[in-house]
């Protein structure tokens, strides 16, 4: 359907390989974010007064010049943030258009807000990336300032409607390293149908300067970087379930 008069708030877009879903990737982050999680690498992508205000037709030119190198590369469109979902209605179209092009289609969510996906937008989407944060509910809490059961709820829908996944697990040393908890986060995973992998993401500071620049302080300025050796062993914990984890 053309000449949809929905409209979104754009942060950015990008071309990416091998970090947000299968091949060569139109990035496009969207502004607005329910969460405030402690690492974020992009606070600039918080708030949505802050993105520039696109309408589909727009997103779709600027997608459609690029179609055809993503398709030959064996991309697609993957639809990040901030959080997609709080824009839950131009997500959904964004997607449905793609898909009428014939683009694969990957949604990077928080799953937060999985409830605001119905199933015509999911259906639209043929991978979702899920970011777990942590599966110790006070961490998570702490991390994010707010609760992990919407995420975990929207992992379990995803699995019913067959929905391919990937989980995502950012590896915060004295956060999210805790051995018990990611083995409760493993057996969770394991116990889906739908996943393909587990990522497993270093924590790195390379958002600093967006804070600095924004006035505000960088809440894990000190906690170092996980290890090779950590990371390989929260990896194996996953493997260890039967999962493929990367």
């Known amino acids: 359907m053309k000449g949809a008069v929905t409209t979104g708030r754009i942060h950015s877009w990008d071309l ?34 802050d993105g520039t205000p696109m309408s589909v037709d727009e997103v779709m030119e600027l997608i459609g010049r690029h179609a055809a190198f993503v398709r030959a590369a064996g991309g697609g469109v993957t639809l990040t943030g901030g959080e997609p979902l709080l824009q839950h209605a131009f997500t959904a179209e964004v997607l449905r258009r793609c898909k009428e092009l014939g683009l694969h289609t990957a949604l990077d969510t928080s799953g937060f807000l999985g409830a605001a996906a ?12 899920l970011d777990i944060k942590s599966f110790d509910l006070a961490t998570y809490r702490r991390l ?3 609760q992990l059961s919407p995420t975990l709820n929207f992992a ?13 697990y950012v590896l915060v040393p004295g956060w999210t390293d805790d051995a018990e908890a990611i083995e409760g986060l493993a057996g969770f995973v394991a116990g889906l149908g739908n996943v393909e992998q587990v990522d497993v993401l270093p924590f790195h500071k390379l958002g600093a300067p967006k804070y600095e620049a924004l006035g ?14 950590l990371v390989e062993r929260v990896r194996g914990q996953f493997r260890g379930h039967g999962l493929k984890a990367y």
């Open 216 to 229: 505000i302080p960088f809440p894990l300025a000190d906690p170092p970087v996980p290890d090779a050796g």
């Open 16 to 49: 990416s390989t091998g970090v947000d879903g299968p091949g060569t990737r139109f990035v496009l982050f969207l502004s607005g974010c329910p969460l405030r999680c402690l690492y974020c690498a992009n606070p600039d992508t918080w708030h949505m007064r």
């Open 118 to 129: 119905d199933d015509r937008l999911l259906a639209d989407t043929d991978l979702v990336l």
């Open 156 to 168: 379990t829908r995803l699995n019913r409607l067959g929905i391919p996944a990937r989980i995502r």
């Open 144 to 146: 994010t300032t707010r």
